[in-house]
T-cell receptor, first 114, second 116 residues
Framework: AQSVAQPEDQVNVAEGNPLTVKCTYS??????LFWYVQYPNRGLQFLLK??????LVKGSYGFEAEFNKSQTSFHLKKPSALVSDSALYFC????????????FGSGTQLTVLP | NAGVTQTPKFQVLKTGQSMTLQCAQD?????MSWYRQDPGMGLRLIHY???????DQGEVPNGYNVSRSTTEDFPLRLLSAAPSQTSVYFC???????????????FGPGTRLTVL
């Protein structure tokens, strides 16, 4: 079985400071990992993914994520937060070889304070 | 490309009524899925399909039916609505790469359903 944990329901950060949204995962094989963002009353938008290759993945709007196989983590980061980054963020995982389903974490509400 | 479209955007039902949530995509994606989103619970998979004529159950399938007669359309039917089905419903589609692995999903704007 595959699973995702986002240990923080809420993350607050000041504008201009770096931000991190945490994600850990569990799969039996190799993972495909994804980050999505959801703005109020909108659908989910894809930010970035890890399939294979470099552990540091760059995505939309200046976000990046680091894949750490030994810690089974895929934390989302941004060097300098913007107020407009305030949204709900979801991490998701799929076991590459065995799963047709994508499993989502429970979400982390990011608030960037001006 | 319109991407993934969903209708209606809002719906209010009475307990016991039935209805169909529509979903369509114009990206020729093989994979389509339905999720429900409830506060504090993330997204939970209801049903999914890996191609026309092929459907399978997700995490929370009870009370819902699906069919996939074409690549483009993947409707979700509520058989007899219950207050526990009050939620926001998202449809999504995805593609496979040359090694047949599924990649990121593209989401529709959602349907907000209230069951009284």
């Amino acid at each position: 079985a595959q699973s995702v944990a986002q240990p923080e329901d809420q993350v607050n950060v000041a504008e201009g400071n770096p931000l991190t949204v945490k994600c850990t995962y569990s799969v039996s094989g190799n993972p495909y990992l994804f980050w999505y963002v959801q703005y109020p009353n909108r659908g989910l938008q894809f930010l970035l993914k890890y399939i294979t290759g470099d552990n540091l993945v760059k995505g939309s709007y200046g976000f990046e994520a680091e894949f750490n196989k030994s810690q089974t983590s895929f934390h989302l980061k941004k060097p300098s937060a913007l107020v407009s980054d305030s949204a709900l963020y979801f991490c998701a995982v799929r076991d590459v070889s065995s799963a047709r389903q994508l499993t989502f974490g429970s979400g982390t509400q990011l608030t960037v304070l001006p | 490309n319109a991407g993934v479209t969903q209708t209606p955007k809002f719906q209010v039902l009475k307990t016991g009524q039935s209805m169909t949530l529509q979903c369509a995509q114009d990206m020729n994606h093989e994979y389509m899925s339905w999720y429900r989103q409830d506060p504090g619970m993330g997204l939970r998979l209801i049903h999914y399909s890996v191609g026309a004529g092929i459907t399978d159950q997700g995490e929370v399938p009870n009370g819902y039916n699906v069919s996939r007669s074409t690549t483009e359309d993947f409707p979700l039917r509520l058989l007899s609505a219950a207050p526990s089905q009050t939620s926001v419903y998202f449809c999504a589609s995805s593609y496979r790469d040359s090694e047949h692995f599924y990649h990121e999903q593209f989401f529709g704007p959602g349907t907000r359903l209230t069951v009284l």
